[in-house]
C-alpha cells in the first residue's frame, strides 16, 4: 500500500458519458498530480494541485476537469467521453518536488 | 516531440546478464527521477539524482544523471528475473513544478 488511494479501480461506461474519479493524497502530501497512461503517449501530465489551489496544468483536455478539496483528496471529471479517452489514470501525491507517491490507478474503458 | 527519450524501448535478457537504460534529452532539468512500474500498479520511486555528474547505487542499480543534467543512466548488474518491469524516467525543468515523463523501458528477465 504507498498510502494513495484511488477509485474506482475500474470503470466502464459509454462514449458522451460523465465520470468522477477520486484520490486520497499520502498523509501529510500537499500537492495532488494527475497523470494519463496510454501504450503510444506514456505518462502524460494533466494537472497539479497543492494545498487546495490549481499549481500546474499539463495537457488537459477542456473536457476534463479537477478540483482539490480542503482534506485535500481530489477528484478527476471527465465528460463528454470519447473511446481515445480510454486509459490508466494514476494520482499521485508529494510533499516536496521530488518523490512522487502514486496510487494504482483507475482503469478507464470507454465502449 | 517527447521531451525525455528512453532507449532502448524493449530489452529482453537472461538472468545474470548486465543492461543498461537510457534517458537523453536536450534540456536541462534540474533532478531526475527513475521509477519501476509492474502490471495494474503505479510507478515506484527508485532514485532521485539532483547533482551533474552524481551518481547512486541502489544493490545492483547504478544510477547516473549526465555533468549538463540532460541525460542519465541505470545500468544493472546481473538482472533477476524480479527486475522485470518498465523502467520510467521523469525530469524536472528548472521552471516546473511537475514531472515529465520519458515513455519507458520494458524489461523482461528469464531464468
Known amino acids: 500500500d504507498s498510502g494513495v488511494t484511488q477509485t474506482p479501480k475500474h470503470l466502464i461506461t459509454a462514449t458522451g458519458q460523465r465520470v468522477t474519479l477520486r484520490c486520497s493524497p499520502r498523509?501529510?502530501?500537499?500537492?495532488v498530480y494527475w497523470y494519463q497512461q496510454s501504450l503510444d503517449q506514456g505518462l502524460q501530465f494533466l494537472i497539479q494541485y497543492y494545498n487546495g489551489e490549481e499549481r500546474a496544468k499539463g495537457n488537459i483536455l477542456e473536457r476534463f476537469s479537477a478540483q482539490q478539496f480542503p482534506d485535500l483528496h481530489s477528484e478527476l471529471n471527465l465528460s463528454s467521453l470519447e473511446l481515445g479517452d480510454s486509459a490508466l489514470y494514476f494520482c499521485?501525491?508529494?510533499?516536496?518536488?521530488?518523490?512522487?507517491?502514486f496510487g494504482s490507478g483507475t482503469r478507464l474503458t470507454v465502449v | 516531440t517527447q521531451l525525455l527519450e528512453q532507449s532502448p524501448q524493449f530489452l529482453s535478457i537472461q538472468e545474470g546478464e548486465n543492461l543498461t537504460v537510457y534517458c537523453n534529452s536536450s534540456?536541462?532539468?534540474?533532478?531526475l527521477q527513475w521509477y519501476r512500474q509492474e502490471p495494474g500498479e503505479g510507478p515506484v520511486l527508485l532514485v532521485t539524482?539532483?547533482?551533474?555528474?552524481e551518481v547512486k547505487k541502489l544493490k545492483r542499480l547504478t544510477f547516473q544523471f549526465g555533468d549538463a543534467r540532460k541525460d542519465s543512466s541505470l545500468h544493472i548488474t546481473a538482472a533477476q528475473p524480479g527486475d522485470t518491469g518498465l523502467y520510467l524516467c521523469?525530469?524536472?525543468?528548472?521552471?516546473?513544478?511537475?514531472?515529465?515523463f520519458g515513455k519507458g523501458t520494458t524489461l523482461s528477465v528469464s531464468s
Open positions: 499521485a501525491s508529494s510533499s516536496y518536488n521530488y518523490g512522487y507517491t
Open positions: 521523469a525530469g524536472l525543468r528548472p521552471a516546473g513544478t511537475a514531472l515529465i
Open positions: 539524482v539532483v547533482t551533474g555528474g
Open positions: 498523509s501529510g502530501d500537499l500537492s
Open positions: 534540456s536541462v532539468f534540474s533532478s
